[in-house]
């Protein structure tokens, strides 16, 4: 894990002191709120329907127990003891007060988490492969060069006030595991025909309301010169991307009116110009960042463990948690584990402060003091030896973590929706609720398969609803809440934008559907397909039949 | 009718107009019958800088023998998160809480609606 250094420790104790100023000189009326807002979202201060939101980054989703503890702790005495992990694994807290954030800065400064990046038209906080250094495809550890990035953007003056957000993510293994297609870079580790490490280059991914998948613009890019080609990037950006419309002002709309292929000429021609020398990372540096990522405290252990297998052949549920929530790991002997916060009737992604000492417990315990949040918003243990994963199994059970649905139709991303957000339409979480609830029997779930319901309560889609194999997006009739369907989408090796169903349905038909449409794809399933497999196969029509069918039923 | 809302500037909590002064409870609220005199309460409580954030005026109809947000969602910022039905002003329960979490009716927040287009 990366470790801030005395330089980064000022750095946040003097942003919390300059917020503690700005904040007390809003709250005296020494300046207006229009003065303020853009100080505050600087600080990831959000003002929604019931309260401030605070938006903390959890860069590249990985945390120590202590940081983790420090969340507990922040959403137990600031908040109401409980805090939303989000699809950029962030996490929010919804019932702040501007009085007490600046203390909540100072506290979260003191285990060096912040909300630097987590609003504004600036280079966002990043996300990486969560498997990073576990994953037995990996070529690179990701994290390495999303921190290397995190140092080279956290307050880069001429980036700081960009047409539009800016958001990038990192995988270090063939498999894409950070969805790298629809942010506005996506970053892919790799080795090139001679065997140096490169990156695969994606420029102009993004979903809301105009969805793109990001094109490869340079697919051999030395890793060495990854800041110098992303400040071209940047620059290019900055000098045409659309300010005059909010609308348009994403990368994903420059590089999709030039063409990936003209906006990766003048990227280049931008780049032939730069002093590389001077923003590239110099490799003394790059070696101390690596430095801190490596792995340490692995034991060298039998690729199978006696203890586990005896475990799990007693007890189903352990065997199907195993079959669910765990990953091989790179090191033989070791496992990822999943820990699930999508427990049926649960808000997806919600975690109390209980929930999160017991998983910092076990990273301490059992994981190498590491713990990871997924944008698929679930947390994960990375490093647990086979012969724990009885014990954490328990531990997790007893606190409602070890839901076994991970990749299963219950494990639905959802945004906050309508409940807490001020840009929302509709809700998100009830929709979720009531699907979980259909599927909540574990068998009946493992039968279905894998299959990625995500719903966003608004177009801006922070719930990914174009890329789920069941997208579900929440529309305003009339004041009413309806849903649209999208069917096919997926946001790994396979991305894709899902297609619409049909009309809007109300809120009171939106489970129904998702289960007419899960038996239609039961019927026509070929063995061993999953559901967008089928999908792929067959199009739209089976399952348009099944929902719209009979106009009226409602179910 | 209308009611005026905005969110408390040290907390953000949901609050509402009440004769020059802001109450938590949509209970509470003033309610104006004439658009003149809502529009004023609306100036002066846009002076008010240092106590709330972004006032705007709701739509009020009768419902259930007593007033409630017209939109959904503002009905919702009265209440607090269905999700979480201990949190927020429904914790508090009682009639008139029950009332708004039963209360129908339909339509944007037109105020909101304004507020942004303002921006």
């Known amino acids: ?555 | 009718m209308k009611a005026l809302t905005a969110n408390r500037l040290y907390d953000g909590e949901a609050v509402f107009w009440k004769s020059g002064a802001w109450v938590e409870r949509f209970a509470d609220a003033e309610l104006f019958g004439a658009e003149e005199t809502a529009e004023a309460a609306q100036s002066s409580a846009a002076a008010e800088i240092t106590r709330v954030v972004d006032p705007y005026l709701i739509d009020v109809i009768e419902a259930d023998g007593g007033p409630a947000p017209l939109s959904y969602r503002e009905r919702l910022r009265a209440l607090g998160p269905t999700n979480k039905p201990g949190h927020g002003k429904q914790a508090a329960g009682g009639a008139d809480v029950a009332r708004l979490a039963h209360a129908h009716g339909s339509a944007r927040s037109t105020g909101r609606v304004n507020l942004i287009r303002r921006k």
Not at chain 1, 259 to 282: L, Y
Request: glycine share 8%; with cysteine; charged share 25%.
């Open chain 1, 1 to 555: 894990m990366y470790l801030y250094d005395d330089i980064d420790r000022a750095m946040l104790e003097d942003r919390a002191a300059e917020f503690r100023a700005q904040s007390q000189r809003r709250l005296a009326g020494e300046i207006t709120e229009e003065q303020f807002k853009p100080l505050r979202l600087m600080n990831g201060l959000y003002l929604q329907l019931h309260a401030y939101m605070l938006r903390i980054a959890i860069p590249y989703g990985t945390l120590d127990p202590a940081q983790l503890r420090k969340l507990a702790h922040v959403a137990r005495t600031y908040d109401r003891g409980y805090g939303h992990f989000t699809t950029r694994t962030n996490l929010q807290l919804h019932w702040i007060k501007l009085r007490d954030a600046p203390t909540i800065l100072e506290e979260l400064a003191e285990v060096g988490l912040h909300a630097i990046q987590t609003s504004g038209n600036c280079i966002r906080n990043l996300t990486a492969d969560p498997h990073a250094g576990a994953a037995a495809d990996e070529v690179d550890d990701p994290r390495i060069w999303a921190e290397v990035i995190r140092q080279w953007s956290t307050f880069h003056p001429e980036f700081s006030f960009l047409p539009r957000k800016f958001k990038i993510a990192v995988t270090g293994a063939p498999t894409d595991r950070a969805a790298i297609r629809i942010y506005d870079v996506g970053l892919r580790l790799k080795r090139d025909a001679d065997g140096a490490l490169a990156f695969e280059v994606r420029v102009g991914g993004g979903l809301g309301r105009l969805p793109h998948l990001g094109p490869v613009v340079n697919p051999d890019l030395p890793a060495r010169h990854l800041l110098s080609y992303l400040q071209a990037i940047l620059r290019v950006y900055n000098r045409h991307g659309r300010r005059d419309n909010i609308h348009k002002a994403r990368i994903k709309v420059l590089v999709a009116s030039l063409g990936a292929e003209e906006f990766a000429r003048q990227v280049e021609e931008e780049w032939n110009k730069t002093d590389k020398a001077a923003v590239d990372i110099p490799d003394t540096e790059l070696a101390r960042i690596r430095g801190m990522f490596q792995p340490g405290g692995f034991e060298t252990r039998p690729a199978r463990s006696a203890a586990f297998e005896a475990a799990r052949a007693a007890d189903p549920r352990l065997a199907r948690f195993a079959r669910r929530n765990l990953t091989a790991h790179k090191i033989p002997g070791y496992a990822l584990v999943a820990v699930s916060l999508k427990e049926p009737g649960e808000t997806p992604g919600d975690a109390t402060s209980e929930q999160m000492e017991l998983v910092a417990d076990l990273a301490e315990r059992y994981s190498l003091n590491e713990a990871r949040v997924t944008y698929e918003q679930n947390l994960l243990l990375p490093h647990v030896k086979l012969d724990d994963i009885p014990a954490v199994f328990a531990a997790l059970d007893g606190a409602g973590l070890a839901t076994p649905n991970i990749g299963l139709v219950s494990d639905i991303i959802a945004c906050p929706g309508l409940d807490y957000c001020a840009l929302a339409n509709t809700r998100s979480i009830n929709i979720a609720q009531a699907i979980a609830r259909r599927f909540e029997d574990p068998a009946t779930a493992e039968r279905v398969g894998e299959l990625k319901i995500k719903i966003s309560g608004c177009i801006n889609a922070c719930g990914h609803h174009h890329v789920g194999h069941i997208g579900i997006l929440g529309v305003d009739k009339k004041g009413e809440e309806f849903y649209q369907l999208t069917l096919g989408g997926a946001d790994g090796d396979d991305a894709a934008l899902g297609q619409v169903l049909g009309p809007a349905l109300p809120s009171e038909r939106v489970s129904g559907a998702v289960d007419q449409i899960v038996e239609a794809y039961l019927a026509e399933r070929h063995d061993g397909e999953r559901f967008i497999d089928t999908f792929r196969r067959t199009g739209l029509t089976p399952f348009k039949e099944a929902v719209y069918a009979d106009a009226d039923q409602t179910r």
